[in-house]
């Protein structure tokens, strides 16, 4: 059983900066991929950014240069660091495992963008 827990979500700003982070527990295969999608109301899930294991990082095109992906492999831990936030960034955000062929998501945090 793989369990995701997320933190960091919040109230913030226009411009403002908010770090998520999400820790991966269970049985978690060493070759992962760990990342970050996020639901805004009315639409469809999508991704913002994914770290595999051996150091790949990928980003959507809206989130480089603002967005941060980072992991600390020995914690199966992944964070996201969120900079210049728009309020068009408001959105649930849900971390996501990858490993042995399996999908694995978080129960989801709350990002809200004040303009």
Known sequence: QVQLVESGG???????????????SGNIFSINVMGWYR?????????????GSGGSTNYADSMKG??????DSAKNTVYLQMNSLKPEDTAVYYCKLVTLGRNYWGQGT????SS
Not at 10 to 24: I, K, N
Not at 110 to 113: G, P, R, Y
């Open 110 to 113: 709350q990002v809200t963008v």
């Open 10 to 24: 919040g109230l913030v700003q226009t411009g403002g900066s908010l770090r998520l982070s999400c820790a991966a």
């Open 39 to 51: 639901q805004a109301p009315g639409k469809q899930r999508e991704l913002v950014a994914l770290s």
């Open 66 to 71: 603002r967005f941060t992906i980072s992991r």
